[in-house]
């Protein structure tokens, strides 16, 4: 990769921290004045003085995570491979929200797990592993570790893939980065100073390199995730346990609440789907109709 090009590392706003080839780091914005680019986008740069560039364009992207309010959106992640969703059974989480992470990185067909942080808790763990049920009879994997303690299964996962992490606050996120990443410390900080503001410290998505190969995409905590960008028929079709009942039910307009001969419904009573399922992506497609 020559030093006209590089990697984006960090994002905020309309700054960016570009990796380039030898490793050196240049503090950069786009050309124009719309922000387009995300972590983990390969870009072509012009010099712009010391340590400093334009952004000209991007490489081809392979996927593209992001969320969308109805007027806003927010690129998080380019060229992820997968997504990994942190969690923890102190404090609470909510699993409508890892529901929509889901349901994004399915979009995208980006494998996603589920990382069931503080295990160490195991009580908590329990009750929080339960929560996640509805997850696993989907089929997504729930990993437990503690950031504390045992991450050698956490690593064998991430190697060797570009892996977007999220969570709420909270859930021991930063912990994690903080025991995967050697030197991450040392590495933020280099960052923040090229990003030329403290203030971005903890609102800028950074991505730090493994030290096994592969990279993660660390996001600030989240509240919320909008899901604006997708049609009711594409987040449906996000929830991999209902993709094999398109089209069973008698009508095509079928919303799966009192229809007759609802496939999906039929499937929640033999135990095929788990309810809480179908009660999330009812809670989804109302929340993102509404005005």
């Not at 499937?267 to 788990?274: E, I, Q, S, T």
Request: contains cysteine; charged residues 20%; positive net charge.
């Amino acid at each position: 990769m020559p030093d006209d090009a590089g990697v984006i590392v960090a994002a905020h706003g309309r700054h960016y921290v570009v990796e380039t080839g030898s490793g050196a780091l240049v503090r950069c914005v786009p050309r124009g004045k719309r922000s387009v680019y995300a972590c983990g986008d390969r870009v072509s740069l012009a010099p712009a003085g010391r340590n400093a560039g334009v952004i000209e364009s991007a490489a081809q992207r392979t996927s593209l995570f992001l969320r969308a309010a109805p007027h806003r959106q927010k690129l998080i992640a380019a060229n992820a491979t997968q997504v990994a969703v942190v969690v923890a059974g102190e404090p609470s989480f909510s699993d409508e929200l890892v529901c929509r992470i889901l349901v994004a990185a399915e979009s995208q067909g980006i494998p996603a797990i589920l990382v069931l942080n503080k295990a160490d808790l195991a009580e908590l763990t329990r009750a929080a592993r339960e929560r996640l049920r509805p997850f696993e009879q989907a089929g997504y994997a729930v990993l437990a570790v503690s950031a504390l303690g045992e991450l050698a299964p956490l690593a064998a996962r991430l190697a060797n893939e570009t892996t977007v992490l999220l969570g709420q606050s909270g859930m021991g996120k930063s912990t994690l980065v903080n025991a995967l990443v050697p030197g991450v410390a040392a590495r933020t900080q280099e960052i923040s100073r090229f990003l030329d503001s403290g203030r971005h410290t903890t609102t800028s998505t950074r991505l730090y390199r493994l030290p096994g190969g592969g990279a993660i995409v660390d996001s600030p905590g989240l509240q919320g995730f909008g899901l604006a960008y997708l049609t009711p028929a594409r987040i449906e079709h996000a929830f991999p346990e209902l993709r094999p009942l398109a089209g069973r039910c008698r009508f095509s307009d079928c919303r799966h609440r009192a229809e007759p001969a609802c496939a999906v419904r039929a499937a929640v009573a033999a135990g095929d789907v788990h309810p809480r399922r179908l009660e999330l992506l009812h809670r989804i497609l109302a929340a993102e109709a509404s005005p």
